[in-house]
C-alpha cells in the first residue's frame, strides 16, 4: 500500500514505523522497500555525507556485528572508524554508553541510535534526521542505494539442541583458529574483508544460525553450505 502511494504521488520518500516506534523501514522514491541490511549502508552514507557537508565530519560510529560489510566500505570511503557491537538492541545501546565518542549508530534491523538525542533507537528522530540528510545532501535513496558497492548474503537455520550447542561452539573456534575471527555475538570467521561466516547460537530456540556473506552469490551460497554441513557434524558428533 505504501509502495502504491509513493508511486502514485511521485513521494521521495515511503515510511512505515514498527509498533514500538523504533524502527523504520523505507521505500526509495520508486515504491522499493529497501532491505533492513541495505537501509544501514544507504543511512549510513547520507549521514557521513550529511556531516561532511556540514563542515564536521563523524570520526566513529557503530554497527552490529552481523551488519553486511558495506558498512565497511561506506566508513572507510569517510575516513571514519567503525566499531562492531553485539547484534541486539541492548548491544547498540551499551556501546553509546560505554564510548561517548560513538557518534551514530545503524542497526541490521531497522532501528539507528542517534546519541545526540537519545542512547536508545527511536524511529520518529531517525525519520528527522533521514529527512535532514536528505535535504542536506540532495540524494535520493534510490541514488544511495545504486551508488554502494552491493555484496550477497545468505543465512539458514540449523536445528540444534541447547546440549550440542557448546560442543558446535567449541568445534567452530578450533576449526576457524586459523583465520582472521571476531568473537563478538558467536563466531565471524573471515576469508578476506568481504567475505565471511558468522555462527551465532540462537539464545531463545535450539537453533545455529549460520549467516554468509561474500562478492558473489555463488561464493555466499558455497559457503553457507559448507558451514551448514560443518555444523551438522559437530552437532552429532559427540
Given at each position: 500500500?505504501?509502495?502504491?502511494?509513493?508511486?502514485?504521488?511521485?513521494?521521495?520518500?515511503?515510511?512505515?514505523?514498527?509498533?514500538g516506534?523504533?524502527?523504520?523501514?523505507?521505500?526509495?522514491?520508486?515504491?522499493?522497500?529497501?532491505?533492513?541490511?541495505?537501509?544501514?549502508?544507504?543511512?549510513?552514507?547520507?549521514?557521513?555525507?550529511?556531516?561532511?557537508?556540514?563542515?564536521?565530519?563523524?570520526?566513529?560510529?557503530?554497527?552490529?556485528?552481523?551488519?553486511?560489510s558495506?558498512?565497511?566500505?561506506?566508513?572507510?570511503?569517510?575516513?571514519?572508524?567503525?566499531?562492531?557491537?553485539?547484534?541486539?538492541?541492548?548491544?547498540?545501546?551499551?556501546?553509546?554508553?560505554?564510548?561517548?565518542?560513538?557518534?551514530?549508530?545503524?542497526?541490521?534491523?531497522?532501528?539507528?541510535?542517534?546519541?545526540?538525542?537519545?542512547?536508545?533507537?527511536?524511529?520518529?528522530?531517525?525519520?528527522?534526521?533521514?529527512?535532514?540528510?536528505?535535504?542536506?545532501?540532495?540524494?535520493?535513496?534510490?541514488?544511495?542505494?545504486g551508488?554502494?558497492?552491493?555484496?550477497?548474503?545468505?543465512?539458514?537455520?540449523?536445528?540444534?539442541?541447547?546440549?550440542?550447542?557448546?560442543?558446535?561452539?567449541?568445534?567452530?573456534?578450533?576449526?576457524?583458529?586459523?583465520?582472521?575471527?571476531?568473537?563478538?555475538?558467536?563466531?565471524?570467521?573471515?576469508?578476506?574483508?568481504?567475505?565471511?561466516?558468522?555462527?551465532?547460537?540462537?539464545?531463545?530456540?535450539?537453533?545455529?544460525?549460520?549467516?554468509?556473506?561474500?562478492?558473489?552469490?555463488?561464493?555466499?551460497?558455497?559457503?553457507?553450505?559448507?558451514?551448514?554441513?560443518?555444523?551438522?557434524?559437530?552437532?552429532?558428533?559427540?
Open positions: 500500500h505504501v509502495s502504491s502511494i509513493v508511486r502514485s504521488l511521485s513521494c521521495k520518500l515511503g515510511i512505515l514505523l514498527d509498533a516506534a523504533e524502527k523504520v523501514f523505507l521505500s526509495d522514491e520508486q515504491g522499493q522497500f529497501l532491505s533492513e541490511d541495505r537501509v544501514a549502508g544507504v543511512v549510513t552514507r547520507m549521514y557521513l555525507e550529511s556531516r561532511k557537508r556540514s563542515g564536521n565530519p563523524a570520526k566513529k560510529i557503530a554497527c552490529p556485528v552481523s551488519a553486511s558495506e558498512m565497511d566500505l561506506v566508513a572507510q570511503e569517510y575516513g571514519t572508524e567503525i566499531v562492531r557491537t553485539p547484534n541486539s538492541h541492548g548491544g547498540m545501546m551499551q556501546a553509546v554508553l560505554s564510548d561517548t565518542e560513538i557518534e551514530y549508530v545503524a542497526g541490521t534491523r531497522g532501528g539507528f541510535i542517534f546519541p545526540e538525542f537519545l542512547f536508545a533507537a527511536d524511529a520518529m528522530y531517525s525519520v528527522a534526521k533521514i529527512m535532514e540528510m536528505m535535504a542536506i545532501t540532495g540524494w535520493s535513496l534510490g541514488d544511495v542505494d551508488a554502494i558497492h552491493r555484496l550477497f548474503r545468505t543465512f539458514v537455520d540449523v536445528h540444534c539442541p541447547w546440549q550440542a550447542k557448546g560442543r558446535v561452539m567449541r568445534h567452530a573456534m578450533h576449526a576457524s583458529e586459523n583465520f582472521t575471527r571476531t568473537l563478538i555475538d558467536g563466531i565471524k570467521i573471515h576469508f578476506d574483508p568481504l567475505t565471511w561466516v558468522l555462527l551465532v547460537p540462537s539464545k531463545e530456540h535450539e537453533m545455529f544460525s549460520v549467516l554468509v556473506e561474500a562478492e558473489t552469490k555463488d561464493r555466499a551460497m558455497e559457503l553457507r553450505h559448507e558451514y551448514e554441513q560443518k555444523v551438522v557434524q559437530w552437532r552429532d558428533n559427540a
